[in-house]
Protein backbone atom coordinates (compact mmCIF):
# COMPACT_ATOMS: atom_id res chain seq x y z
CA UNK A 1 0.00 0.00 0.00
CA UNK A 2 1.67 3.17 -1.10
CA UNK A 3 0.21 5.83 1.48
CA UNK A 4 1.28 3.51 4.40
CA UNK A 5 3.77 5.57 6.39
CA UNK A 6 6.98 4.50 6.96
CA UNK A 7 8.15 4.00 10.61
CA UNK A 8 11.59 3.62 11.82
CA UNK A 9 11.43 2.07 15.27
CA UNK A 10 14.45 1.93 17.40
CA UNK A 11 13.97 -1.16 20.19
CA UNK A 12 16.95 -1.92 23.18
CA UNK A 13 15.87 -5.49 23.29
CA UNK A 14 15.31 -8.48 20.63
CA UNK A 15 11.31 -8.33 20.97
CA UNK A 16 10.09 -11.64 21.61
CA UNK A 17 6.27 -13.24 22.26
CA UNK A 18 7.47 -14.82 25.38
CA UNK A 19 10.15 -13.64 27.48
CA UNK A 20 10.69 -10.20 30.03
CA UNK A 21 7.79 -7.90 30.47
CA UNK A 22 9.41 -4.89 28.02
CA UNK A 23 10.43 -7.90 25.48
CA UNK A 24 6.49 -8.93 25.35
CA UNK A 25 5.22 -5.59 25.17
CA UNK A 26 7.77 -4.11 22.39
CA UNK A 27 6.67 -7.52 20.43
CA UNK A 28 3.13 -6.89 20.64
CA UNK A 29 3.75 -3.47 19.57
CA UNK A 30 5.75 -3.98 16.85
CA UNK A 31 2.48 -6.28 15.81
CA UNK A 32 0.24 -3.44 15.66
CA UNK A 33 2.97 -1.06 14.02
CA UNK A 34 3.16 -3.62 10.89
CA UNK A 35 -0.54 -3.78 11.08
CA UNK A 36 -0.68 0.16 10.24
CA UNK A 37 2.38 0.95 8.71
CA UNK A 38 5.74 -0.29 6.70
CA UNK A 39 8.33 -1.15 9.31
CA UNK A 40 12.25 -1.01 9.70
CA UNK A 41 13.16 -1.89 13.48
CA UNK A 42 16.77 -1.78 14.34
CA UNK A 43 17.62 -3.33 18.03
CA UNK A 44 20.68 -3.19 20.28
CA UNK A 45 21.48 -6.00 19.97
CA UNK A 46 24.08 -8.46 18.08
CA UNK A 47 22.76 -11.01 14.98
CA UNK A 48 22.11 -11.27 11.49
CA UNK A 49 19.06 -8.90 9.83
CA UNK A 50 15.90 -10.04 9.13
CA UNK A 51 14.45 -9.13 5.72
CA UNK A 52 10.59 -10.44 6.40
CA UNK A 53 9.82 -10.62 10.46
CA UNK A 54 6.53 -12.37 10.18
CA UNK A 55 3.74 -11.84 13.53
CA UNK A 56 1.06 -14.49 13.72
CA UNK A 57 -1.49 -11.73 12.25
CA UNK A 58 -0.22 -11.74 9.37
CA UNK A 59 2.04 -8.47 9.58
CA UNK A 60 5.64 -8.25 8.46
CA UNK A 61 8.58 -6.06 8.98
CA UNK A 62 12.39 -5.74 8.55
CA UNK A 63 14.35 -6.11 11.84
CA UNK A 64 18.10 -4.80 11.71
CA UNK A 65 20.57 -5.69 14.91
CA UNK A 66 23.96 -4.95 15.09
CA UNK A 67 26.66 -7.21 12.95
CA UNK A 68 28.30 -9.68 15.44
CA UNK A 69 31.77 -8.61 13.93
CA UNK A 70 31.13 -5.18 15.01
CA UNK A 71 33.79 -3.75 17.51
CA UNK A 72 32.73 -5.58 20.96
CA UNK A 73 36.64 -5.66 21.92
CA UNK A 74 36.53 -1.70 21.09
CA UNK A 75 33.28 -1.01 22.75
CA UNK A 76 35.09 -3.22 25.79
CA UNK A 77 37.88 -0.98 25.46
CA UNK A 78 36.18 2.16 25.79
CA UNK A 79 34.36 1.30 28.81
CA UNK A 80 36.40 2.12 31.28
CA UNK A 81 37.03 6.09 31.19
CA UNK A 82 39.26 7.78 33.64
CA UNK A 83 37.86 9.61 36.48
CA UNK A 84 39.68 12.91 35.27
CA UNK A 85 37.65 12.70 31.69
CA UNK A 86 34.46 11.83 33.96
CA UNK A 87 35.18 14.68 35.96
CA UNK A 88 36.06 17.50 33.32
CA UNK A 89 34.11 16.62 30.22
CA UNK A 90 30.47 14.85 31.73
CA UNK A 91 29.39 15.95 27.99
CA UNK A 92 31.02 13.20 26.29
CA UNK A 93 29.22 10.56 24.90
CA UNK A 94 25.90 12.31 26.42
CA UNK A 95 27.20 11.92 29.54
CA UNK A 96 28.16 7.79 29.12
CA UNK A 97 31.15 7.82 31.61
CA UNK A 98 30.23 10.31 33.48
CA UNK A 99 26.72 8.68 34.78
CA UNK A 100 28.30 4.97 34.57
CA UNK A 101 31.27 6.03 37.09
CA UNK A 102 28.64 7.83 39.20
CA UNK A 103 26.34 4.47 39.26
CA UNK A 104 29.64 2.28 40.15
CA UNK A 105 30.95 4.86 42.88
CA UNK A 106 27.83 5.83 44.31
CA UNK A 107 25.30 3.12 43.77
CA UNK A 108 27.22 -0.13 43.63
CA UNK A 109 29.97 0.37 45.63
CA UNK A 110 29.46 3.44 48.55
CA UNK A 111 27.75 0.59 51.18
CA UNK A 112 31.08 -2.02 50.68
CA UNK A 113 33.04 -1.91 53.63
CA UNK A 114 35.95 -1.05 51.39
CA UNK A 115 34.29 2.23 50.70
CA UNK A 116 37.80 4.77 51.28
CA UNK A 117 37.89 8.39 51.60
CA UNK A 118 39.05 8.89 48.19
CA UNK A 119 36.21 6.78 46.68
CA UNK A 120 33.67 9.45 48.66
CA UNK A 121 35.71 12.55 47.60
CA UNK A 122 35.22 10.84 44.24
CA UNK A 123 31.89 10.23 44.50
CA UNK A 124 30.12 13.60 45.99
CA UNK A 125 32.36 15.12 42.93
CA UNK A 126 31.04 13.09 40.68
CA UNK A 127 27.40 14.36 41.74
CA UNK A 128 28.49 17.69 42.06
CA UNK A 129 29.09 17.53 38.26
CA UNK A 130 26.14 15.39 37.43
CA UNK A 131 23.86 17.80 39.07
CA UNK A 132 25.40 20.71 37.26
CA UNK A 133 25.49 19.25 34.13
CA UNK A 134 21.97 17.68 33.89
CA UNK A 135 20.83 21.21 34.15
CA UNK A 136 23.07 22.46 31.15
CA UNK A 137 23.64 19.56 28.80
CA UNK A 138 21.17 17.13 27.94
CA UNK A 139 22.47 14.20 29.51
CA UNK A 140 21.04 10.59 28.12
CA UNK A 141 20.02 8.44 31.28
CA UNK A 142 20.85 5.30 28.36
CA UNK A 143 23.28 4.18 31.17
CA UNK A 144 24.45 0.79 29.97
CA UNK A 145 27.36 1.41 28.75
CA UNK A 146 28.39 -1.07 26.52
CA UNK A 147 24.60 -0.51 24.85
CA UNK A 148 25.25 3.08 24.48
CA UNK A 149 28.11 2.19 21.93
CA UNK A 150 25.46 -0.13 20.06
CA UNK A 151 22.93 2.95 19.85
CA UNK A 152 25.92 4.50 18.18
CA UNK A 153 26.56 2.36 15.72
CA UNK A 154 22.69 1.79 14.78
CA UNK A 155 22.30 5.85 14.45
CA UNK A 156 24.99 5.63 11.76
CA UNK A 157 23.54 2.89 10.17
CA UNK A 158 20.56 4.30 10.09
CA UNK A 159 21.58 7.65 8.75
CA UNK A 160 23.06 5.74 5.88
CA UNK A 161 20.35 3.61 5.37
CA UNK A 162 17.61 6.26 5.44
CA UNK A 163 19.38 8.50 3.14
CA UNK A 164 17.07 9.11 0.78
CA UNK A 165 13.75 7.67 2.35
CA UNK A 166 13.34 9.56 4.89
CA UNK A 167 10.82 7.98 7.49
CA UNK A 168 7.30 9.43 8.24
CA UNK A 169 7.39 8.20 12.36
CA UNK A 170 10.22 7.51 14.66
CA UNK A 171 8.80 4.99 17.12
CA UNK A 172 11.00 4.04 20.22
CA UNK A 173 10.57 1.63 22.86
CA UNK A 174 11.25 2.86 26.35
CA UNK A 175 11.68 7.00 27.21
CA UNK A 176 14.95 6.79 28.03
CA UNK A 177 15.24 6.01 24.14
CA UNK A 178 14.09 9.39 22.88
CA UNK A 179 17.30 11.35 23.23
CA UNK A 180 18.00 9.02 19.82
CA UNK A 181 14.93 10.30 18.06
CA UNK A 182 16.57 13.81 19.38
CA UNK A 183 19.83 12.25 17.56
CA UNK A 184 18.31 11.71 14.40
CA UNK A 185 16.28 15.70 14.51
CA UNK A 186 18.77 17.34 11.79
CA UNK A 187 18.75 13.88 9.48
CA UNK A 188 14.98 13.57 9.82
CA UNK A 189 13.53 17.30 10.86
CA UNK A 190 10.05 16.46 9.39
CA UNK A 191 9.18 12.64 10.83
CA UNK A 192 6.91 12.38 13.71
CA UNK A 193 8.34 11.22 17.04
CA UNK A 194 6.16 8.42 19.39
CA UNK A 195 7.62 6.94 21.91
CA UNK A 196 6.46 3.54 23.85
CA UNK A 197 6.81 4.32 27.22
CA UNK A 198 6.59 1.25 29.06
CA UNK A 199 7.40 3.14 32.57
CA UNK A 200 7.25 6.76 34.10
CA UNK A 201 10.93 6.15 34.47
CA UNK A 202 11.65 9.05 36.36
CA UNK A 203 8.68 7.28 39.08
CA UNK A 204 11.08 4.42 39.11
CA UNK A 205 14.21 5.61 39.78
CA UNK A 206 13.06 7.77 42.26
CA UNK A 207 11.40 4.75 44.55
CA UNK A 208 15.01 3.06 43.94
CA UNK A 209 16.73 6.36 45.19
CA UNK A 210 14.46 6.76 48.11
CA UNK A 211 14.82 3.05 48.91
CA UNK A 212 19.01 3.32 49.67
CA UNK A 213 20.56 3.53 52.80
CA UNK A 214 23.38 5.07 51.99
CA UNK A 215 23.05 8.87 51.72
CA UNK A 216 25.71 9.73 48.77
CA UNK A 217 23.77 6.54 46.77
CA UNK A 218 20.26 8.00 47.57
CA UNK A 219 21.41 11.70 46.48
CA UNK A 220 22.84 10.68 43.39
CA UNK A 221 19.60 8.60 42.39
CA UNK A 222 17.47 11.18 43.06
CA UNK A 223 19.76 13.25 40.71
CA UNK A 224 19.51 10.64 37.93
CA UNK A 225 15.40 10.85 38.33
CA UNK A 226 15.42 14.23 37.81
CA UNK A 227 17.72 13.89 34.97
CA UNK A 228 15.06 11.36 33.57
CA UNK A 229 12.46 13.77 34.64
CA UNK A 230 14.18 16.22 32.31
CA UNK A 231 13.80 14.09 29.68
CA UNK A 232 10.44 12.93 30.12
CA UNK A 233 9.70 16.82 30.03
CA UNK A 234 10.97 16.88 26.52
CA UNK A 235 9.69 13.51 25.26
CA UNK A 236 6.17 15.21 26.14
CA UNK A 237 6.81 18.48 24.54
CA UNK A 238 8.31 17.18 21.47
CA UNK A 239 6.42 13.93 20.63
CA UNK A 240 3.47 13.61 18.02
CA UNK A 241 2.41 10.17 19.63
CA UNK A 242 3.02 8.66 23.69
CA UNK A 243 1.72 5.18 24.20
CA UNK A 244 1.77 4.20 28.46
CA UNK A 245 0.71 1.38 30.31
CA UNK A 246 -2.19 3.03 32.47
CA UNK A 247 -4.51 5.96 33.39
CA UNK A 248 -2.03 6.53 36.22
CA UNK A 249 0.76 6.96 34.26
CA UNK A 250 -0.98 8.80 31.42
CA UNK A 251 -1.81 11.50 34.61
CA UNK A 252 1.98 11.61 35.51
CA UNK A 253 2.97 12.14 32.07
CA UNK A 254 0.17 14.84 31.44
CA UNK A 255 1.47 16.65 34.70
CA UNK A 256 4.84 16.92 32.51
CA UNK A 257 3.31 19.20 29.90
CA UNK A 258 3.89 22.54 31.72
CA UNK A 259 1.71 24.56 29.25
CA UNK A 260 -0.78 22.72 27.20
CA UNK A 261 -0.17 25.02 24.03
CA UNK A 262 3.46 24.04 24.30
CA UNK A 263 2.28 20.74 23.47
CA UNK A 264 0.46 18.79 20.54
CA UNK A 265 1.47 15.08 21.88
CA UNK A 266 -1.49 12.86 21.92
CA UNK A 267 -1.13 10.53 25.03
CA UNK A 268 -2.73 7.08 24.71
CA UNK A 269 -2.83 4.54 27.39
CA UNK A 270 -2.12 0.90 25.91
CA UNK A 271 -1.99 -1.69 28.73
CA UNK A 272 -0.23 -4.12 28.97
CA UNK A 273 -1.68 -7.25 27.80
CA UNK A 274 -1.45 -11.36 28.03
CA UNK A 275 -1.78 -14.12 25.17
CA UNK A 276 -4.65 -16.02 26.95
CA UNK A 277 -4.29 -18.80 24.87
CA UNK A 278 -0.54 -19.36 26.22
CA UNK A 279 -0.78 -19.03 29.60
CA UNK A 280 -3.68 -21.46 30.81
CA UNK A 281 -3.80 -23.76 33.28
CA UNK A 282 -4.09 -27.44 32.11
CA UNK A 283 -5.40 -28.76 35.28
CA UNK A 284 -6.86 -28.17 38.44
CA UNK A 285 -4.12 -27.46 41.05
CA UNK A 286 -3.22 -30.53 43.12
CA UNK A 287 -3.56 -31.01 46.59
CA UNK A 288 -0.39 -31.29 47.23
CA UNK A 289 0.28 -28.11 45.80
CA UNK A 290 -2.08 -26.28 47.55
CA UNK A 291 0.69 -24.72 49.66
CA UNK A 292 2.29 -23.64 47.16
CA UNK A 293 3.46 -20.13 46.66
CA UNK A 294 5.45 -18.16 43.77
CA UNK A 295 7.11 -14.65 42.80
CA UNK A 296 8.27 -14.30 39.36
CA UNK A 297 10.20 -11.75 38.26
CA UNK A 298 13.59 -10.34 36.48
CA UNK A 299 16.33 -10.58 39.10
CA UNK A 300 18.64 -7.40 39.32
CA UNK A 301 15.56 -5.14 38.17
CA UNK A 302 15.59 -3.23 41.28
CA UNK A 303 11.85 -3.14 42.21
CA UNK A 304 12.11 -6.95 41.92
CA UNK A 305 15.54 -7.37 44.27
CA UNK A 306 13.72 -5.04 46.69
CA UNK A 307 10.80 -6.74 46.80
CA UNK A 308 11.80 -10.22 47.59
CA UNK A 309 14.30 -8.61 49.95
CA UNK A 310 10.94 -7.91 52.06
CA UNK A 311 9.39 -11.17 51.47
CA UNK A 312 12.15 -13.25 52.70
CA UNK A 313 12.63 -10.66 55.68
CA UNK A 314 9.05 -9.54 56.85
CA UNK A 315 6.61 -11.41 54.88
CA UNK A 316 7.74 -15.19 54.68
CA UNK A 317 8.48 -15.72 58.80
CA UNK A 318 4.64 -15.40 59.11
CA UNK A 319 3.48 -17.73 56.39
CA UNK A 320 5.58 -20.54 57.50
CA UNK A 321 5.04 -19.77 61.07
CA UNK A 322 1.56 -20.45 60.39
CA UNK A 323 1.73 -22.97 57.75
CA UNK A 324 4.48 -24.87 58.33
CA UNK A 325 3.89 -27.32 54.89
CA UNK A 326 4.52 -23.83 52.99
CA UNK A 327 6.45 -23.86 49.71
CA UNK A 328 8.04 -20.49 47.92
CA UNK A 329 8.90 -20.74 44.84
CA UNK A 330 10.99 -17.86 43.46
CA UNK A 331 12.01 -17.95 39.53
CA UNK A 332 12.75 -15.46 37.09
CA UNK A 333 16.08 -14.28 35.39
CA UNK A 334 19.66 -14.19 36.87
CA UNK A 335 18.03 -15.48 40.16
CA UNK A 336 20.85 -17.64 41.23
CA UNK A 337 23.06 -14.55 41.32
CA UNK A 338 20.56 -12.29 43.04
CA UNK A 339 18.49 -14.17 45.09
CA UNK A 340 19.87 -16.91 45.98
CA UNK A 341 22.39 -15.12 48.56
CA UNK A 342 19.24 -14.29 50.31
CA UNK A 343 17.94 -17.64 51.20
CA UNK A 344 19.36 -20.08 54.14
CA UNK A 345 18.63 -23.49 54.48
CA UNK A 346 15.34 -24.97 56.08
CA UNK A 347 13.85 -21.58 55.30
CA UNK A 348 11.34 -23.67 52.49
CA UNK A 349 12.15 -21.69 49.42
CA UNK A 350 12.72 -23.07 46.14
CA UNK A 351 14.81 -21.25 43.53
CA UNK A 352 14.40 -21.79 39.80
CA UNK A 353 16.88 -19.28 37.88
CA UNK A 354 16.76 -18.88 33.68
CA UNK A 355 13.48 -21.24 33.58
CA UNK A 356 12.40 -21.31 29.92
CA UNK A 357 8.96 -21.55 30.48
CA UNK A 358 7.20 -20.40 33.60
CA UNK A 359 3.91 -21.73 33.38
CA UNK A 360 4.19 -25.46 34.80
CA UNK A 361 5.83 -23.46 37.81
CA UNK A 362 2.63 -20.47 37.75
CA UNK A 363 0.42 -23.73 37.13
CA UNK A 364 1.26 -26.04 40.37
CA UNK A 365 0.74 -22.77 42.69
CA UNK A 366 -2.19 -22.01 44.67
CA UNK A 367 -1.13 -18.51 45.28
CA UNK A 368 1.33 -15.62 43.21
CA UNK A 369 2.42 -12.91 45.18
CA UNK A 370 3.59 -9.38 44.03
CA UNK A 371 5.30 -7.69 47.13
CA UNK A 372 6.00 -4.67 45.05
CA UNK A 373 6.57 -1.57 46.81
CA UNK A 374 8.56 0.84 44.40
CA UNK A 375 8.16 1.27 40.43
CA UNK A 376 5.51 2.12 37.71
CA UNK A 377 4.04 0.61 34.28
CA UNK A 378 1.76 -2.14 35.25
CA UNK A 379 2.71 -5.86 35.88
CA UNK A 380 2.72 -8.84 33.35
CA UNK A 381 3.31 -11.73 36.25
CA UNK A 382 -0.26 -10.73 37.65
CA UNK A 383 -2.07 -10.65 33.79
CA UNK A 384 -0.48 -14.05 33.31
CA UNK A 385 -0.94 -15.66 36.80
CA UNK A 386 -4.38 -14.66 36.82
CA UNK A 387 -4.92 -16.07 32.97
CA UNK A 388 -3.89 -18.98 34.53
CA UNK A 389 -6.63 -19.20 37.29
CA UNK A 390 -3.81 -18.60 39.82
CA UNK A 391 -5.17 -16.15 42.83
CA UNK A 392 -3.28 -13.25 43.28
CA UNK A 393 -1.94 -11.26 46.31
CA UNK A 394 -0.04 -8.12 45.46
CA UNK A 395 0.39 -4.18 47.14
CA UNK A 396 -1.46 -1.70 45.66
CA UNK A 397 1.24 -0.35 44.63
CA UNK A 398 2.23 -4.12 42.33
CA UNK A 399 -1.55 -3.76 40.85
CA UNK A 400 -1.79 -0.24 40.20
CA UNK A 401 -2.77 0.43 37.10
CA UNK A 402 -5.30 -2.48 36.29
CA UNK A 403 -7.63 -1.39 37.81
CA UNK A 404 -8.77 -4.83 38.96
CA UNK A 405 -11.46 -5.53 41.72
CA UNK A 406 -10.41 -6.11 45.17
CA UNK A 407 -11.65 -9.27 46.70
CA UNK A 408 -13.58 -10.32 43.88
CA UNK A 409 -10.11 -10.71 41.09
CA UNK A 410 -7.53 -10.04 43.15
CA UNK A 411 -6.45 -9.55 47.10
CA UNK A 412 -4.53 -6.32 47.65
CA UNK A 413 -2.17 -6.10 51.02
CA UNK A 414 0.34 -2.90 51.66
CA UNK A 415 1.83 -4.01 55.10
CA UNK A 416 4.20 -7.28 55.50
CA UNK A 417 1.07 -8.57 58.48
CA UNK A 418 -2.03 -8.13 55.78
CA UNK A 419 0.23 -9.60 53.35
CA UNK A 420 0.91 -12.95 55.27
CA UNK A 421 -2.66 -13.05 56.83
CA UNK A 422 -3.88 -12.67 53.03
CA UNK A 423 -1.38 -15.37 51.98
CA UNK A 424 -2.40 -17.69 54.58
CA UNK A 425 -6.14 -16.74 54.25
CA UNK A 426 -5.88 -18.08 50.51
CA UNK A 427 -3.68 -21.08 51.42
CA UNK A 428 -6.62 -22.45 53.89
CA UNK A 429 -9.51 -21.38 52.01
CA UNK A 430 -10.73 -23.22 48.41
CA UNK A 431 -13.73 -21.63 47.49
CA UNK A 432 -12.35 -18.04 47.79
CA UNK A 433 -8.49 -19.08 45.69
CA UNK A 434 -11.97 -20.95 42.97
CA UNK A 435 -13.39 -17.39 43.03
CA UNK A 436 -10.52 -15.22 42.73
CA UNK A 437 -9.34 -17.72 39.89
CA UNK A 438 -12.26 -17.88 37.75
CA UNK A 439 -13.15 -14.20 37.84
CA UNK A 440 -9.58 -13.12 37.78
CA UNK A 441 -9.27 -15.18 34.22
CA UNK A 442 -12.43 -13.34 33.35
CA UNK A 443 -11.27 -9.68 33.22
CA UNK A 444 -8.45 -10.73 31.69
CA UNK A 445 -10.33 -12.33 28.87
CA UNK A 446 -12.56 -9.13 28.48
CA UNK A 447 -9.69 -6.68 28.73
CA UNK A 448 -6.19 -7.57 28.77
CA UNK A 449 -5.81 -10.39 25.86
CA UNK A 450 -3.15 -9.15 23.36
CA UNK A 451 -5.23 -9.40 20.43
CA UNK A 452 -7.78 -6.39 21.58
CA UNK A 453 -4.86 -4.86 23.19
CA UNK A 454 -2.89 -4.80 19.76
CA UNK A 455 -6.48 -3.52 17.54
CA UNK A 456 -6.84 -1.12 20.02
CA UNK A 457 -3.01 0.34 19.71
CA UNK A 458 -3.48 0.10 15.54
CA UNK A 459 -6.16 1.72 15.68
CA UNK A 460 -4.98 4.09 18.01
CA UNK A 461 -2.30 5.36 15.75
CA UNK A 462 -4.49 4.96 13.03
CA UNK A 463 -7.02 7.62 14.04
CA UNK A 464 -3.99 10.15 15.40
CA UNK A 465 -2.53 9.72 11.56
CA UNK A 466 -5.45 10.71 10.11
CA UNK A 467 -6.15 13.61 12.30
CA UNK A 468 -2.56 15.37 12.47
CA UNK A 469 0.29 13.13 10.95
CA UNK A 470 -1.55 12.55 7.39
CA UNK A 471 -2.92 16.32 7.30
CA UNK A 472 1.52 17.84 8.40
CA UNK A 473 3.57 14.84 7.56
CA UNK A 474 5.84 17.48 8.91
CA UNK A 475 6.54 18.26 12.51
CA UNK A 476 9.84 19.94 13.73
CA UNK A 477 10.57 19.37 17.10
Known amino acids: MPDRPKILAILPDEPLPSSTGGAVRAWHSLNALSQFANVAAYTLTYGIDEPQYSFPDGAVCTIFRVPETQSLPNAKKRRTSSPIKSLLFPWLENGRSLVLAGQNICMSRSSSPTFSTVHRIYGHLLLRNFSIARRIFKLSPF ?28 WVEHTYLFPAAEALESHFPNA ?110 PPNDEAVRWLIRDIWPQVKNRNPEAQLIL ?17 GIQLFSDVPDMRPLVSQASVAIVPILSGSGTRLKILEALSMRTPVVSTSLGAEGLELTPNEEILIADTADTFGTSVCELLGNPSLQMKLAEKGRAIVERQFDWRIVRQNLTQALNDAWQTYGVQSKARAY
Open 331 to 347: AGRNATQYWKPLIHPGD
Open 143 to 170: DIHIRGQLLDQQLSRIKVDFADKAPDII
Open 192 to 301: LVAVNAHNVESELKKGVALGQTVSLARNWGLQEAENVKDLERRMMRKSWFVSCCSKNDAKRFSKLILSPKSSNCQLDVTPNGVDTQHFQKSEPTKAEARQKIIFTGTAGY
